[in-house]
């Protein structure tokens, strides 16, 4: 056993990339359209609001739905930042430049 192991509370295990996983999909697990994100930081978490941007009846103002709420450590936002970035590049090499949605053109996000 290692000192690190020996470190750890009763129970616990020490995870890696080497840990042998199996990926299970709860059979509730919801599938949501986003076209929004707002969040929020603090020091111990990061908070990613997803939404639906609709057009109202008018035409002329839209409603910001926001569907689910993703609450992890700014560690794992980290992860999920780096993870998501090479996934992007390594889509771009496949099948081309994504393209760019502009400040002006883009849906507004909220930052609480």
Same mark, same amino acid.
């Given at each position: 056993m290692t000192e690190q192991?020996? =470190?750890?509370? +009763?129970g +616990? &295990?020490? &995870? =890696?990339?080497?840990t042998p996983a199996t990926t299970v999909r709860a059979p509730n697990?919801?599938? *949501?359209?986003?076209n %929004?994100?707002?969040?929020?930081?603090?020091?111990?978490?990061?908070?990613l609001f997803l939404?639906? &941007?609709?057009?109202? *009846?008018?035409?002329k103002t839209v409603t910001i739905t926001q569907r689910l709420a993703v609450v992890m450590t700014p560690e794992y936002a980290k992860v999920v930042v780096e993870t998501l970035s090479q996934a992007l590049m %390594?889509?771009?090499k /496949?099948?081309? +430049?994504l393209r760019n949605i502009?400040?002006? %053109?883009?849906?507004?996000? /909220?930052?609480?």
């Open positions: 192991e020996k =470190s750890l509370p +009763a +616990a &295990i020490q &995870i =890696s990339e080497s697990m919801p599938t *949501i359209y986003v %929004n994100i707002g969040f929020g930081v603090s020091p111990v978490e990061v908070r939404g639906e &941007i609709l057009p109202d *009846i008018d035409g %390594n889509l771009e /496949q099948f081309g +430049a502009r400040p002006e %053109n883009r849906p507004p996000t /909220q930052s609480t």
